[in-house]
């Protein structure tokens, strides 16, 4: 079972909270891997807000075939951060030779262009690169979007932390939104894209369980958008449903739980909404999901949710205090992040609802 976990504050938080977050979750923990991505970025990066920062981990290769296609395409540096790495022996970490974040500004015909246009171009461009460094696994490029940082790496968590000098928390390295995973899902190939959270255009989802309704969901998925890709895990579904229906519909969040668990028949001809509710059932009818899963998410303006399959099958739990609110598979992690918080205002949200936190850290349950 994977673990996961995702933290929102109103100050800037280091990735050491998140190493905690799932280090007591770790019992049977198989050394796949962890994994975070960063969003609404601090310190070294506070600067740079407005322009896209490229996640990238390569061989010497990568790196070169990387900067020559940004180069060509007309992207111009403006930062660049390598981390400091700890390759003592004895750590287990699958480490690729070079882990760099690189931040750009925009080929010169596109500074002016609309958002939308410019967020076409950084989805286009990172699926070149992808591309480009798939061929001997020269590369991964895991995010190219502006105030994202993503990292992903095989082996122990705790190794990994030690690797990347992440242990000690400092004011360079930090975000409001962090959301983190340890364990892969080991129904497939244990890959560094395949490793949760998933990250496209903004949006950020990863998930408990397993979704076997997952080829059904591909097959109707690789049709809608070029974005939809890789399909390496089959919680990346939860993500590419979110981006269409949030992104590419314009609906509003509280119907992403009515396409993945619809309601009974019964229920829904009950309703005032019945037919949209019904009307998006039947064409959205290959989006459903089932099996047991727990998704946490986040939204392009750092809204942070999570909810359940319909049946419950998998735990979460949401704890805050004043200042932080916290979401993960078990209450143990939370505990490690809040533990003078008030333990009776934990939420376990129900298999219909979607806890939402906004950016006034408010706690809404939308009951489905």
């Known amino acids: 079972m994977c673990r996961i976990g995702a933290i929102k504050s109103r100050h800037y938080v280091h990735p050491s909270q998140a190493l905690l977050l799932m280090q007591s979750q770790q019992e049977g923990h198989d050394n796949s891997g962890f994994a975070m991505v960063m969003q609404d970025l601090g310190g070294i ?5 407005h322009l896209p920062t490229l996640s990238l981990a390569c061989t010497d ?3 070169k075939i990387a900067e020559d296609l940004l180069h060509a395409k007309g992207f111009r540096r403006v930062y660049q951060w390598v981390p400091d790495t700890n390759r003592k022996p004895g750590l287990d970490i699958m480490a690729m030779p070079n882990y760099v974040f690189q931040t750009f500004d925009y080929p010169e015909p596109y500074r002016t262009a609309e958002p939308k246009v410019k967020e076409e171009l950084l989805v286009g461009t990172r699926l070149q690169l992808r591309a480009a460094l798939e061929e001997n696994e020269t590369g991964f490029a895991y995010s190219f979007w502006p105030d994202v940082i993503t990292l992903k790496e095989i082996g122990d968590p705790r190794d990994i932390g030690t ?9 360079n390295f930090t975000a409001k939104v962090i959301t983190a995973q340890c364990r892969q899902n080991t129904n497939y190939a244990i890959v560094r894209y395949a490793a949760h959270p998933f990250f496209l255009q903004g949006y950020t989802a990863l998930a ?4 076997t309704f997952y080829q059904k969901n591909k097959e109707f998925q690789q049709s809608l958008n070029r974005g939809y890709i890789g399909f390496e895990s089959d919680s990346q579904c939860f993500l590419y449903t979110l981006h269409y229906l949030h992104r590419e519909l314009g609906w509003p969040l509280s119907y992403y739980k009515h396409v993945i668990t619809p309601l009974p028949f019964e229920d829904v001809v009950k309703r005032e909404d019945q037919q949209q509710l019904l009307a998006m059932r039947q064409s959205l009818a ?5 099996g047991p899963n727990t998704i946490i998410g986040v939204l392009p303006d750092n809204t942070l949710f ?3 399959d ?10 805050r205090d004043a200042d932080t609110v916290v979401i993960s598979s078990e209450a ?3 505990n490690e992040v809040l533990p003078d918080r008030n333990w009776e205002t934990d939420i376990y949200p129900n298999e219909r609802e979607i806890v939402v936190i906004d950016d006034t850290l408010e706690v809404q349950r939308w009951k489905q």
């Open 45 to 49: 990066f506070e600067a740079y807000k």
């Open 61 to 63: 290769t990568g790196l």
């Open 163 to 171: 690797f990347f000098n992440l242990w000690k928390a400092d004011d």
């Open 208 to 211: 408990n369980g397993e979704n």
């Open 286 to 290: 290959h989006l459903e999901i089932n």
């Open 306 to 308: 999570t909810c359940c």
């Open 310 to 319: 319909a049946k419950k099958l998998r735990p979460v739990v949401v704890g």
């Open 332 to 334: 143990c992690g939370i």
